[in-house]
T-cell receptor
Framework: SQQGEEDPQALSIQEGENATMNCSYK?????LQWYRQNSGRGLVHLIL?????REKHSGRLRVTLDTSKKSSSLLITASRAADTASYFC????????????????FGKGTKLSVIP | DGGITQSPKYLFRKEGQNVTLSCEQN?????MYWYRQDPGQGLRLIYY???????QKGDIAEGYSVSREKKESFPLTVTSAQKNPTAFYLC??????????FGEGSRLTVL
């Protein structure tokens, strides 16, 4: 199955700065999701963007999707120390998704550190 | 409160032993999933189930087994055939085609 790839693998910024993470994938998708994981915890869903959408906002989060380049970006504005976490993109693989079938494939994540 | 409960949070296993990780959800979701997470490897799908009494292998099913006798429960057994079981295991559930809700994970260590 395909896997999204996040870039960079690690990112360190000062509090108040913006953080941008990128995700690339290989085949066509129905939607792309971003999740957050605090160290040693489960993942929490942040935002879902459908293949026919180009941009989506949720609070301080902005997600873009470029299906022609097979890439997405997650922007966190005015970062806070509490944003320190790993961020994962996840794609459904249309090639595997048939009637009644649905799987998400996760990338390796970007580890974000926000320094107070 | 609705959610997903995984237990135990930490588990130690001797080589050659089978262990079972519990996953229970009260979200009334049809689909449930087990992922394995290794450092720097992201999440890899072990098994998933879309309906009671039915489940499918994911990318790394060898050495694992599951059952889905009830909608709320999807236990994962790590068998002695799994050669490198030390990892962080995550259970999730979803309404088909929607976002995943994750438990807090179970960390398995082989002694």
């Amino acid at each position: 199955s395909q896997q999204g790839e996040e870039d960079p693998q690690a990112l360190s910024i000062q509090e108040g700065e913006n953080a941008t993470m990128n995700c690339s994938y290989k085949t066509s998708i129905n939607n792309l999701q971003w999740y957050r994981q605090n160290s040693g915890r489960g993942l929490v869903h942040l935002i879902l963007i459908r293949s026919n959408e180009r941009e989506k906002h949720s609070g301080r989060l902005r997600v873009t999707l470029d299906t022609s380049k097979k890439s997405s970006s997650l922007l966190i504005t005015a970062s806070r120390a509490a944003d320190t976490a790993s961020y994962f993109c996840a794609t459904d693989d249309s090639a595997y998704s048939g009637a009644g079938s649905y799987q998400l494939t996760f990338g390796k994540g970007t580890k974000l550190s926000v320094i107070p | 409160d609705g959610g997903i409960t995984q237990s135990p949070k930490y588990l130690f296993r001797k080589e050659g032993q089978n262990v079972t990780l519990s996953c229970e959800q009260n979200l009334n979701h049809d689909a449930m999933y087990w992922y394995r997470q290794d450092p720097g490897q992201g999440l890899r799908l072990i098994y998933y189930s879309q309906i009671v009494n039915d489940f499918q292998k994911g990318d790394i099913a060898e050495g694992y087994s599951v059952s889905r006798e009830k909608k709320e429960s999807f236990p994962l057994t790590v068998t002695s055939a799994q050669k490198n079981p030390t990892a962080f295991y995550l259970c999730a559930s979803s309404i088909l085609g929607r976002v995943l809700f994750f438990g807090e994970g179970s960390r398995l260590t082989v002694l």
